[in-house]
């Protein structure tokens, strides 16, 4: 893939997308779900099956869907509500203190802007990208493990890491396509663009792929 057909790309993964479900925080921004719990759904996902980040984001937004809500539950609720999520323990002291820092410095609203996110306890680049993109729809670029792989294989660029995929995108990628880009790689990276394989057979991209360093595909 090159600058001359990203459109292309991105055209065919969005008529496939229908047929894949969607990531869980993605899913939530179609519901118009809060800013919050965007927030709280990002920090649950990292490390953790897209399966079990639904059912522990439904249970713990049945008993705390506002900041306010959150704090009147103690650390051990909300861990037994999110288990078994990755590091459930970690993460619900995470939450607290997440919603400690709205309620302080944020008059209990999440930040809009990648410089305030990343202030929040457990908010990476990635989470602040997406809730930038999904809650507020602003130009929030999330690069995790799929974006960067799949960005790589197609050889549209060439990164060690995600971090500097991010930056690297943020170089090529039209701005129009920052929004979904996370969306549409992350469903193709688990259905299709796989880490070991890939099912190049039945890609709706093939055709664009450069298949850097894919040795084995199906």
């Known amino acids: 893939m090159d600058d001359t057909n990203v459109a292309d790309v991105i055209h065919l993964l969005e008529k496939e997308l229908n047929a894949w479900e969607l990531p869980i925080v993605s899913a939530l921004s179609e519901g118009k779900e809060s800013p919050f719990l965007i927030l709280i759904s990002t920090v649950l996902s990292s490390r953790t099956k897209d399966e079990v980040t639904a059912k522990a984001t439904e249970k713990l937004a049945s008993m705390a869907a506002s900041v306010e809500d959150m704090l009147k539950l103690s650390e051990e609720e909300i861990a037994q509500a999110i288990y078994p999520v990755g590091f459930y323990r970690t993460k619900a002291?995470?939450?607290?203190?997440?919603?400690?820092?709205?309620?302080?410095?944020?008059?209990?609203?999440?930040?809009?802007?990648?410089?305030?996110?990343l202030t929040l306890k457990g908010v990476g680049r990635k989470t602040a990208n997406l809730v930038l993109a999904l809650a507020f729809n602003k130009e929030g670029l999330c690069v995790?493990?799929?974006v960067h792989r799949i960005s790589n294989?197609?050889?549209y660029v060439r990164t060690k890491t995600p971090k500097e995929t991010e930056f690297a995108l943020r170089n090529k990628l039209p701005r129009e396509y920052w929004a979904e880009c996370n969306t549409l790689m992350v469903a193709v990276g688990r259905h299709i663009c796989v880490p070991i394989s890939p099912f190049c057979s039945r890609c709706p991209v093939a055709h664009y792929c450069k298949r850097v360093n894919v040795t084995r595909s199906r």
Do not use: A, E, K
């Not at 002291?93 to 996110?117: A, E, G, H, K, Y």
């Open 93 to 117: 002291r995470t939450i607290l203190q997440i919603c400690r820092d709205l309620v302080d410095r944020f008059d209990s609203n999440v930040p809009d802007t990648i410089d305030q996110l």
């Open 144 to 146: 995790d493990t799929h």
């Open 153 to 155: 294989r197609l050889g």
